[in-house]
Structures are given as structure tokens and as C-alpha cells.
């Protein structure tokens, strides 16, 4: 059995010989004597054509086949110059493995991406999804690879914590406690010391605080995995379930930061227009026009950098264009994002030492000791693509940090601890996997861009 991948890319090797090829029906057209059968194998973006005729023994059934039938074809594969596809199959033998029922729910249309997110599990099969799910999975690859190449170690972070990472208590708690028949304590609150972990839990906003324990043992690391989100925002780029990467470099200050984050955009979107030119073609005709162009002139230009206050600056000069007015203090939405980005800069941009008050407990603090050393990238389309900052590795400074912001100084013990031992400057940021996958395909909703979304109000499958 050979993918079709592999003819398209070997045809020299293959035309005039006898192949084997198994794949879903994607159309079916029969005439008295003979039919074409167009074959997707899910290994590569093209369909494969293949020719029968009623020399085969089961030639009604062929031509009776629904469209997602799966079938096995044994035939030569010949050119066929000047048409379409430069090649077809000509079929010596077709075994039917599993017919498909009429109510097959992908016909031969365009369906609507609304439509086809309720049949996640079927839609996987059209180009659209095909596209973006194969492209999903080289930048996977890309990603690895880019941190692999410059010996950044890869851990596994826990996905069930005791913390919350990024203090915003947006958090899907973790309990084997019967809402009913919970134990309460002294005050008559769920008694979650009498729980599985003998306290609260809860799912995992960001591995960072233990990728940093991990920085300061190996230097250089980074996370790659699932994060959840319990944030009430129904957005097209807010998932409550989706995948960060996260890494986080010792003796590296902000700077080193956003070096390491723009060669990292930059890496994965060279390596995705390498090696999945069809997809991205398909993308740049029927998703985005325009996109390699754009990508193209991200790879040729060097991002943008600006201070939270001269954006803000910026900004103000046009309050009357937005919804939520500008100010300082104030935390930017997506609507001054992308303003930003796409109509100020014309391309990504970092925006760099925002108010403490609306960033994380752990980003460290400038010396006008008001603002915090992070950043934020903005790329055109999305706005706010990844988010970091130089870590405070100051002990006192953080617990004075903590204080301030009420945090329980018992539930970070191992976090102080670094600060206590060879505390080391270091930095690092998050990238939101899925903006990521949107930013390359032009997909408009995070929904179309990871298998089975999750989102408020929808967990199905
Ligand atoms: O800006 P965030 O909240 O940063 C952190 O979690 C830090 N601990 C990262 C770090 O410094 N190690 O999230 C990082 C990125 C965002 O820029 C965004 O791209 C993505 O994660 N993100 C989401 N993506 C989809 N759905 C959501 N609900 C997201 N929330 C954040
Ligand atoms: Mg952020």
C-alpha cells in the first residue's frame, strides 16, 4: 500500500507500474460501461483519479458507492498529460472495505466551517481541515525542532497544580469531592484538605513557574502542552482548553527574550511554507488572500518595538474609533491590538513594560518602579500572539510583590526557593499555539484550528 503522497512526489518511479492505494471516495461518476472514482488518502492535499470499467467483477457496486466510502485499489498508474492531474489510476481490482450511509453529512458542496463544526469528527476529511490540521502538525514539528537545534530541553510540566500561575483565578478546579456530600470546614466551605490531594487543585493555566525551576537547573528549556482557561470570554481566539509553548532561558533579560521569540515565529513560518506549499497555497486562494505575501514580508522585516506608553500614546490620538476609550493604566483589547499592529506598525510588534497592576505577580520590576519588564507580540489578524517577561529573581522584591497582591506565600514555597538558591536573571514568554496555527492559515476562528474545541458552552466529542 502507497500513499498518494508519494506519487505525487516519486511519479517518475511509479508511472507505468502497478501501485495498491486505500483512501475514502470523495466523488464517484459512472457511466454505462465505465466510472471514475476520485480517491483521498489524507496523506497528502491532492485526490488521486482512479478508472474502472466493467471488466471488474463488481463494477454495480463501485458505481453505487457513497461519497466517504473506504476502499482499496489495485490498478497501473498512467500519465495522462495535459489533463488536470498528470496521472491516473487504472484499476485491475477495487475491494470495498466500508460502505458509507446515504446521509453521509459531507457532500459535494462547500459546507458552511459553522456547519462542519458540529461533525468534528467527519470534518477532518475536507480540504479545508485537511490543510489545516497537517499544517497544525508540521509546526508542532518546526517548533520542536527550532529548540531542539539550539539545546533547549523539553519538560513535561504538570498538568494538575496547586497554583495559579497567572493569578487571574480563571481556573477549572480539579475535585474527586460530590458537590452534594462534601466535606465542609470550620466555616462551613467545601473542606478540600479531605479531597484527593489533601488540598485545592486545579488545572494548569501555564507550566511556567515549573519550567522556571527547570531553567534554573538546565538553563535553557521549554514546555510544549495542554493549558485550560475557565475564562468566560466567548471569543473567536479564546479556547478553554489549547496548547502553549513555553520557554524560559537563565541569565537572559527581556531582550534576549524577544530575540529568541521573533527567531521562533520567523523558523516555524519558513519551515510551514516549505514544507506544505499545497496548503499554503490553498490558504492564500481561499482563506486569506494575500497571506504568503504578508508572511513573506514578516520573514524580510524586523518586528516592531514599542513601550506600553508611547502605544498608549499612540492610541489615545484615536479614541474615537474605539469601543473601550485608551488610557494609561488601562489593560489594551484586541480592538487596540490589532490597531496597533495593523494600522500603526503594519507588523508584528512587541509591546514592552506594561503596568504592573495589569500583568503577573512574577514579571520584574523596572526601576521606575511602576512598570514590569514584559512584553506582548502583536501580529496583524489576531493581535496578542505571545506574552512574556524578564522573571523578578529578586527574593525580597518578590515577596514584597506577593504581599502586595495577597498572595499565599505557602502556596509558592518551591518558587521562593529559586530565589534562595543561585538565583539567576531569567526570562521567557508563551506562545498561544492555535493563535499561532491562525496567524499561518488565515483561519479566522481558534474553533477551525484545533481537532476538538473546546469552548464555553461547547464540549462535544
Ligand atoms: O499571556 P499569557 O496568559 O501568558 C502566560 O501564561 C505566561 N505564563 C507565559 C510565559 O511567560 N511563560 O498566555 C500566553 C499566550 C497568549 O499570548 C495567547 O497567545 C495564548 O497564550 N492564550 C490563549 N490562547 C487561546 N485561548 C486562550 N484562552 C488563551 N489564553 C492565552
Ligand atoms: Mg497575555
Keep these: 500500500l502507497i500513499t498518494i503522497k508519494s506519487i505525487f512526489r516519486d511519479k517518475e518511479k511509479y508511472i507505468g507500474k502497478e501501485i495498491t492505494v486505500g483512501g475514502w471516495v470523495r466523488s464517484v461518476r459512472d457511466s454505462k460501461t465505465f466510472g471514475f472514482v476520485v480517491l483521498n488518502d489524507g496523506s497528502f492535499f491532492e485526490t488521486l483519479q482512479i478508472v474502472y470499467s466493467d471488466s471488474l467483477g463488481n463494477f454495480q457496486e463501485i458505481s453505487r458507492l457513497n461519497i466517504g466510502a473506504s476502499i482499496l485499489v489495485r490498478g497501473q498508474l498512467v500519465g495522462t498529460p495535459g489533463m488536470k492531474q498528470p496521472f491516473e489510476v487504472q484499476a485491475v481490482q477495487i475491494d470495498v472495505e466500508g460502505e458509507s450511509a446515504p446521509d453521509y453529512p459531507l457532500q459535494k458542496k462547500r459546507h458552511t466551517l459553522e456547519y462542519l463544526r458540529t461533525i468534528s469528527h467527519l470534518r477532518p476529511r475536507t480540504n479545508t481541515f485537511q490543510a489545516v490540521f497537517r499544517v497544525r502538525s508540521l509546526c508542532a514539528y518546526a517548533i520542536h525542532k527550532f529548540f531542539m537545534e539550539r539545546d533547549f530541553v523539553y519538560v513535561h510540566t504538570p498538568l494538575i497544580t496547586g497554583s495559579d500561575c497567572e493569578g487571574a483565578g480563571e481556573m477549572f478546579r480539579v475535585t474527586t469531592l460530590d458537590a452534594k456530600n462534601a466535606p465542609l470546614d470550620e466555616d462551613g466551605r467545601v473542606d478540600y484538605r479531605q479531597d484527593f490531594f489533601g488540598k485545592e487543585t486545579n488545572l494548569t493555566v501555564s507550566g511556567q513557574l515549573n519550567g522556571e525551576a527547570f531553567a534554573m537547573a538546565f538553563r535553557n528549556i521549554y514546555t510544549f502542552?495542554?493549558?485550560?482557561?475557565?475564562e468566560n470570554s466567548n471569543t473567536t481566539r479564546h479556547a478553554a482548553e489549547f496548547w502553549m509553548i513555553e520557554p524560559e532561558m537563565a541569565f537572559a533579560d527581556l531582550k534576549d527574550d524577544m530575540?529568541?521569540?521573533?527567531?521562533?515565529?520567523?523558523?516555524?513560518?519558513?519551515?510551514?511554507?516549505?514544507?506544505a506549499p499545497e496548503e499554503m497555497n490553498f490558504f492564500n486562494s481561499f482563506v486569506d488572500k494575500g497571506l504568503i505575501e504578508r508572511l513573506n514580508g514578516v520573514l524580510e522585516s524586523d518586528f516592531a518595538h514599542v513601550t506600553?506608553?508611547?502605544?498608549?500614546?499612540?492610541?489615545?490620538k484615536n479614541n474615537d474609533m474605539f469601543t473601550y476609550k485608551v488610557c494609561w493604566g488601562c489593560d489594551l483589547q484586541t480592538e487596540h491590538e490589532r490597531y496597533l499592529t495593523e494600522n500603526i506598525f503594519k507588523r508584528p510588534v512587541f509591546v514592552t513594560d506594561y503596568p504592573k497592576e495589569i500583568k503577573a505577580?512574577?514579571?520584574?520590576?523596572?526601576p521606575d518602579n511602576?512598570?514590569?519588564?514584559?512584553?506582548?507580540?502583536?501580529v496583524p489578524g489576531i493581535g496578542e500572539i505571545m506574552g512574556g517577561s524578564q522573571r523578578e529573581d529578586n527574593l525580597d522584591r518578590l515577596l514584597a510583590r506577593m504581599e502586595e497582591l495577597k498572595l499565599n506565600r505557602e502556596d509558592y514555597g518551591f518558587y521562593l526557593d529559586l530565589r534562595k538558591y543561585g538565583s539567576a536573571r531569567h526570562a521567557g514568554f508563551g506562545l498561544?499555539?492555535?493563535?499561532?496555527?491562525?496567524?499561518?492559515?488565515?483561519m479566522s476562528n481558534i474553533r477551525d484550528v484545533i481537532p476538538f474545541p473546546r469552548t464555553v458552552n461547547n464540549c462535544e466529542l
Excluded at 505577580?361 to 523596572?366: G, S, V
Design 370 to 378: 511602576k512598570t514590569v519588564a514584559a512584553m506582548d507580540c502583536l
Design 259 to 275: 530575540m529568541l521569540a521573533e527567531s521562533m515565529l520567523k523558523y516555524v513560518i519558513r519551515y510551514v511554507m516549505e514544507n
Design 225 to 230: 502542552g495542554p493549558t485550560f482557561r475557565a
Design 308 to 316: 506600553y506608553t508611547q502605544a498608549v500614546e499612540l492610541l489615545e
Design 432 to 442: 498561544g499555539f492555535e493563535r499561532m496555527i491562525m496567524y499561518l492559515t488565515g
Design 361 to 366: 505577580f512574577y514579571m520584574k520590576m523596572n
